[in-house]
């Protein structure tokens, strides 16, 4: 994206949804958990991911948000599921708007840092994320990666 400028204000209060990109990363039967540095659900254990950039496919986006957050190189596999993100304000506005592509990848090189938007980064047992990450929808996106990963 050398040379333009990505303006993250027009996110809050969007006239349209953004298509976000989260990342189930396996190592082994481990899954990589972030502390979010930024809203919405800021200082809470998520799975990394970000907003898909124009003209870049949705595993490209993937791999990106993961290396950009967390220094790993991943493999990306498949679509997990998609999910509504829609957060609303005190007066019941749309304050946060996305559309979120759930992707399955294989952790492939690098140790885990955190960078970029995430405050902190660990690997955990599907146990152990479920009990971290308070979002309901993140918590049924790593059972059903799980889910479909035990399936292979």
Known sequence: MTGTVTDRSARE??????????????????????????APRLGQWSIPGGAQ???ETVFAAAAREVLE??????????VVTVVDAITRDAADAVHYHYTLVEVA??????????????????????EEAVALVPWEETDKVIRLAASQRSGR
């Open 13 to 38: 209060y969007p006239d349209r949804p953004w298509v976000g990109v989260g990342v189930i990363v396996w190592k082994g039967d481990r899954l990589l958990l972030i502390r979010r540095g930024r």
């Open 105 to 126: 990848a294989d952790w492939q090189a690098g140790e885990a840092a955190a960078m970029d938007d995430a405050l902190e980064v660990r690997w955990a047992t599907v």
């Open 69 to 78: 957050e967390t220094g790993l190189t991943v493999r990306p596999t498949h």
């Open 53 to 55: 950039h124009v003209g």
